[in-house]
């Protein structure tokens, strides 16, 4: 008589659970089915989404640097304002910057032209390097993605 214990231990979880989907899937005192509700989801933050996007702009005939970090858990980077921050993760998300394929860039630039180079970070972890200058060809993706960041 060891299992006393155990076996009514395990006959009040039968009952309860016996109950509990009676609740559920039985009727309602009005006469008409119970619905469950749905429990209410947790949202998951997407991960094709651009969370940081780091935009340096070099040369020039300055030759100076400058470097923007738009970040979705930061404040906007010094001259830019909250509107201009979601804009640039808006235009960073788009599957056609994520996806975009640039030709290699020359390795001498002449004339003073200025150089970019647009990291973006993902939700996932992922990230792609895009490396352009003034004068060479630019697909549209991302001459609308540098006129965000500049």
Not at 85 to 102: G, I, N, T, Y
Not at 137 to 147: D, V
């Amino acid at each position: 008589m060891r299992h006393g214990p155990r076996v009514a231990a395990a006959a009040s979880l039968l009952l309860l659970s016996g109950c509990a989907s009676a609740a559920t899937s039985g009727s309602s005192s009005s006469g008409g089915p119970m619905t469950a509700t749905p429990s209410p989801s947790v949202t998951t933050p997407r991960t094709d989404r651009a969370v940081v996007v780091v935009f340096e702009r070099s040369g020039g005939k300055t030759g100076r640097a400058d470097i923007r970090r738009f970040a979705a858990n930061a404040p906007p980077p010094k001259g830019a304002t909250k509107a201009r921050l979601r804009e640039v993760l808006s235009v960073a998300s788009r599957p056609s910057v994520r996806s975009m394929h640039l030709a290699l860039m020359p390795q001498i630039l002449c004339c003073d032209r200025y150089t970019y180079t647009v990291r973006v970070t993902y939700g996932d972890g992922a990230s792609r390097i895009f490396r352009t200058a003034d004068g060479l060809h630019q697909p549209p993706p991302l001459r609308h993605l540098i006129s965000a960041l500049s």
